[in-house]
């Protein structure tokens, strides 16, 4: 059974830097396409990156530059570095893992619960 359990949110002030992680189980990280998302309040769910199993990755443009993707493999975890936090980059973060490449579209299978960004300016 495939399930993914993310941490490392918290509150930060604009600029800083937080790394969030998102540990898989039930299957290999590096045998699935894996991303990130997040949600703000009243707002829909929107892809923020995204890596393929061969390590290949892709960013929104609003992120670009910023947060950077990775896994490792031997710990069978997912990464999301932010840095240059922004008050608008305030949402709940989502990884997500499926076998079909969804890249930064939210049609992934497998969903973690989710973990609190909060930016504060």
């Known amino acids: 059974q495939v399930q993914l359990a993310e941490s490392g949110g918290g509150s930060v002030q604009a600029g800083g830097s937080l790394r969030l992680s998102c540990a898989a189980s039930?299957?290999?990280?590096?045998?699935?396409?894996m991303g990130w998302f997040r949600q703000a309040p009243g707002k829909k769910r929107e892809g923020v990156a995204a890596i393929d199993s061969d390590g290949r990755a892709g960013y929104a443009d609003s992120v670009k530059g910023r947060f950077a993707i990775s896994q490792d493999n031997a710990k069978n975890t997912l990464y999301l570095q932010m840095n240059s936090r922004k008050p608008e980059d305030t949402a709940m973060y989502y990884c997500?893992?499926?076998?079909?490449?969804?890249?930064?579209?939210?049609?992934?299978?497998?969903w973690g619960q989710g973990t609190q960004v909060t930016v504060s300016s």
């Open positions: 997500a893992a499926d076998r079909v490449n969804g890249w930064l579209l939210p049609k992934y299978n497998f």
């Open positions: 039930g299957y290999h990280v590096s045998n699935y396409y």
